[in-house]
Each structure stands twice: as C-alpha cells, then as structure tokens.
C-alpha cells in the first residue's frame, strides 16, 4: 500500500504515536511508583511501630530485671545479717573452759572442790549452774561469797539455788555438803569466745 499522506501529515502521525508511548510509559512509572511509595511508607510505620513496641518492652524487661535483683539482693543482706547473728550467737556461748576452771579453782574457798558445772540460759546472758562440795556449811555459803566477788572477774553474780549436807557420811564422808549456784557472766570476762576475740584485737 502505497502511502500518499503529505510528509508533514506523516511526521505529525509519527510524533502522535510517540506520544501516545510516551504517555503509557509514563503513567506506567508513575503507577511504579505510587506503589513504590505505599509500600515504602507501610514498611516505614511497621517499623516504627516495632520499634516502639521494642522499646516498651525493654523498658519493662529493664525495671523487671532491676526489681528482681533488688530483691535477690535484698533477700542475700537478709540471710548474710541472719548468719552473722547466728554466728555471734554461737560465738557468745562458747566458753573457754580451761581459762574459766583456772580461775575458778583459785577462787574457791579451801575445803571445797569443783564437782559439776552446766550451761544455762538466764535471763540477761549466758551462765552456768556450779556444783561444788564442801566440807562443812560454812564453806559451802563461802563458795557464793567467792564467786560473786567481783576482783575474782569471773561472773557479775551467782546466786545460791540449794544448799544440802548429808550427814549420815554415805555419799561422801570427807565432803559431805553440795552447793548449787546459778552464776551469770560479767559482760566483760575473759571466760567467752567472743569476748578473747575483742580483747586481743
């Protein structure tokens, strides 16, 4: 077919054409990047709302993490000054027996001898109950006297619980009479673990 359109005609047809080209390309890019666009901006807010969200939740994770070892810490101090205690506890009722029997073999009165001695819990620290015997009665009352003397530093009092003698001389016929004191530690005796401990230091 034989084309008989003047030149400028088809010039005018050709650049039509490529217009019309053109126009589709562009409306092409522009939909490319309209969509370009959107999901840009979805993923944008999707991560800023992650990262929100992330941050809340270090935030609650740090205070969590914060209570939790305030308490373990907490609860640690509690059980250190629960040990400490019991530790001074023990500590203040070990009695060192061999410093404590020297001293109170020269503080006995003559005629007498050390024949029991037990741990009790008076009311205002740690004491002993004391056995002794004696030869007579007025010996027996003497062991108080002695015990209680504070120049002895042995105990801040002991008091008299019994008093027996046995006079038919079955039991012990040289010693016939038992004294039973309660004696409390003075707060400042050589006597008790604890105390040796602050004396040397």
């Given at each position: 077919?034989?084309?008989?359109?003047?030149?400028?005609?088809?010039?005018?047809?050709r650049?039509?054409?490529?217009?019309?080209?053109?126009l589709?390309?562009?409306i092409t890019?522009?939909?490319?990047?309209?969509?370009?666009?959107?999901?840009?901006?979805?993923?944008?807010?999707a991560?800023?709302?992650?990262?929100?969200?992330?941050?809340?939740?270090?935030?609650?994770?740090?205070?969590?993490?914060?209570?939790?070892k305030?308490?373990?810490?907490n609860?640690?101090?509690?059980d250190?000054?629960?040990?400490?205690k019991?530790?001074?506890?023990?500590?203040?009722?070990?009695?060192?027996?061999?410093?404590?029997?020297?001293?109170?073999?020269?503080a006995?009165?003559?005629?007498?001898y050390?024949?029991?001695?037990?741990?009790s819990?008076?009311a205002?620290?740690?004491?002993?109950?004391?056995?002794?015997?004696?030869?007579?009665?007025?010996?027996?009352?003497?062991?108080?006297?002695?015990?209680?003397?504070?120049?002895?530093?042995?105990?801040?009092?002991?008091?008299?619980q019994?008093?027996?003698?046995?006079?038919?001389?079955?039991a012990?016929p040289?010693?016939?009479?038992?004294?039973?004191?309660?004696?409390?530690?003075s707060?400042n005796?050589?006597?008790?673990?604890i105390?040796?401990k602050?004396?040397?230091?």
């Amino acid at each position: 077919m034989i084309n008989l359109l003047p030149p400028d005609v088809k010039q005018s047809y050709r650049f039509a054409e490529r217009n019309v080209s053109l126009l589709r390309w562009t409306i092409t890019s522009a939909v490319i990047l309209a969509g370009v666009g959107i999901i840009g901006g979805y993923g944008w807010l999707a991560t800023r709302q992650a990262l929100g969200s992330n941050d809340q939740h270090v935030v609650a994770l740090t205070a969590s993490l914060k209570e939790a070892k305030l308490e373990e810490t907490n609860k640690r101090v509690s059980d250190i000054s629960s040990s400490l205690k019991l530790a001074e506890k023990v500590l203040g009722q070990e009695i060192l027996f061999s410093k404590l029997l020297k001293q109170m073999a020269t503080a006995l009165p003559n005629g007498t001898y050390l024949s029991g001695l037990n741990i009790s819990e008076v009311a205002d620290g740690s004491g002993l109950d004391v056995t002794v015997s004696a030869t007579n009665y007025n010996a027996a009352t003497q062991v108080q006297v002695n015990l209680a003397d504070k120049s002895n530093q042995i105990f801040a009092k002991a008091d008299i619980q019994n008093i027996a003698c046995d006079t038919t001389g079955s039991a012990n016929p040289d010693y016939p009479c038992k004294v039973v004191l309660r004696a409390q530690f003075s707060p400042n005796n050589q006597f008790l673990f604890i105390n040796q401990k602050q004396a040397k230091s």
